[in-house]
């Protein structure tokens, strides 16, 4: 009999700029690693970013920003870097978390392991709508 051998993918990190205003284009970065003993036997699937007004993934106040493609195998002990340019949601105004999950379609076979695909930001981001002044009645 031989040994099940499976992939773990794991993010491992999560960036984001500590505040914009809402609708500004900002760069997320997040990092993905298999940590098991096995390549994956995939070689695409989707990283999905959100962000949340909480620290908890999946709940109401979950808002989707996108899903990027990963191509590629990932043999045991390597990771790659994601990344996206992202308009933020016209009207979110707050602190929010960012969420990355790794493989949110289970395209990759992990057994057991899917409690690491899941990965948050640090530190909360702050998105601001953008102040305008209206000038006085007859300054025109």
């Known amino acids: 009999s031989g040994d099940l051998q499976f992939a773990d993918l794991s993010v491992t990190a999560v960036t984001a700029p500590a505040s914009a205003e809402s609708v500004a284009t900002v760069h997320l970065a ?5 940590v098991a003993a096995a390549a994956t036997a995939t070689a ?8 949340s007004r909480n620290a908890i993934y999946g709940d109401a106040d979950d808002i989707f920003l996108t899903s990027v493609e990963h191509n590629g195998l990932l043999d045991p002990g390597q990771s790659y870097t994601g990344g996206a340019d992202l308009a933020m949601p016209l009207g979110a105004v707050g602190e929010f978390r960012v969420f990355v999950e790794t493989d949110d379609a289970n395209q990759i076979f992990e057994f057991v392991l899917e409690d690491n695909n899941v990965g948050i930001s640090a530190g909360t ?15 025109r």
Request: aromatic letters at 14%; glycine letters at 8%; proline letters at 7%.
């Open 30 to 34: 997040w990092t993905v690693g298999n």
């Open 44 to 51: 695409t699937w989707l990283d999905r970013i959100t962000l």
């Open 125 to 139: 981001y702050r998105c601001f709508t953008k102040c305008l002044r209206v000038p006085p009645a007859g300054s």
